[in-house]
């Protein structure tokens, strides 16, 4: 999987596997399928994917809101607030580049998640999604569930691109 750090690919270091990385990798899927929807007008299809996942967007928002907290202190919810915005924004202005392609390219996506029979099968999705992320971000650092907290020595930036 490619890293971007400004533009740039980085290799990923020696960083253990991080419950970080399955929450940006499965908010990133959702900010997606709302771009979607509100682009190519599926707004049914968008909240029936919450209603399947509900429980498992939930916990994985938990896990982003540790990570925020345990990076970023008392700057935890602008920090938060800045990623989602960006992470929307990004992915919009994909939509607006691609045109009219946009919605042929990105509708089967609810197709694709309607069919999943898990919530681990959700993950494993938004994992091998080609998912637009809009900057780097720490994950080594970032906390296990559900808010103890793992550091490694050695952090790695990462963020998935397009």
Sequence with gaps: MGLVNGG???????????????AFDVQGLKSE?????????????YNSFVTKFRPKLAAEEHVLNSYFNSTYGRNSQRQH???????????????????TAFCQQRMSMFDEVQVLESTADLS???????????????TCTAPNRPATSTRSRTPARRTVRS
Aim: proline letters at 6%.
């Design 8 to 22: 740039q690919a980085l290799a990923a270091g020696p960083c253990s596997p991080s419950p970080a990385h399955e």
């Design 33 to 45: 399928l709302m771009v979607t929807a509100l682009s190519c007008g599926a707004q049914d299809k």
């Design 81 to 99: 607030d800045d990623y989602i915005t960006q992470l929307a924004n990004v992915q919009s202005e994909r939509g607006l580049k691609s045109g």
């Design 124 to 138: 494993s999705y938004a994992q091998a999604k080609d998912i637009l992320q809009p900057a780097s971000y720490l």
